[in-house]
């Protein structure tokens, strides 16, 4: 799963929460957003979120390698 923390209709974490309340930890996750707070890092790490990514400081080329990263383990 790749998500933003802010989004339309539901808040990344929040659809992180349901989907780990539904699947557990068998997916990897990747949150690629521009929030760059203690209280958002805190958030993903709870969640066993695998990499935070922010939007300003992340090609597409290293979005693209760590998912492969991820798929690999």
Same mark, same amino acid.
Do not use: H
């Given at each position: 799963?790749?998500?933003?923390?802010?989004?339309?209709?539901?808040?990344?974490?929040?659809?992180?929460?349901?989907?780990?309340?539904?699947?557990?930890?068998?997916?990897?996750?990747?949150?690629?957003?521009?929030?760059?707070?203690?209280?958002?890092?805190?958030?993903?790490?709870?969640?066993? +979120?695998?990499? =935070? $990514?922010? *939007?300003?400081?992340?090609?597409?080329?290293?979005?693209?390698?760590? +998912?492969?990263? =991820? $798929?690999? *383990?």
């Amino acid at each position: 799963l790749v998500t933003d923390v802010i989004m339309p209709k539901i808040n990344g974490f929040d659809l992180i929460q349901k989907l780990r309340a539904k699947y557990g930890t068998k997916f990897k996750v990747i949150v690629l957003t521009n929030l760059d707070n203690p209280p958002d890092q805190e958030m993903a790490k709870s969640l066993e +979120v695998d990499a =935070l $990514l922010l *939007k300003s400081n992340t090609s597409l080329r290293s979005v693209e390698q760590k +998912v492969a990263e =991820l $798929l690999r *383990k």
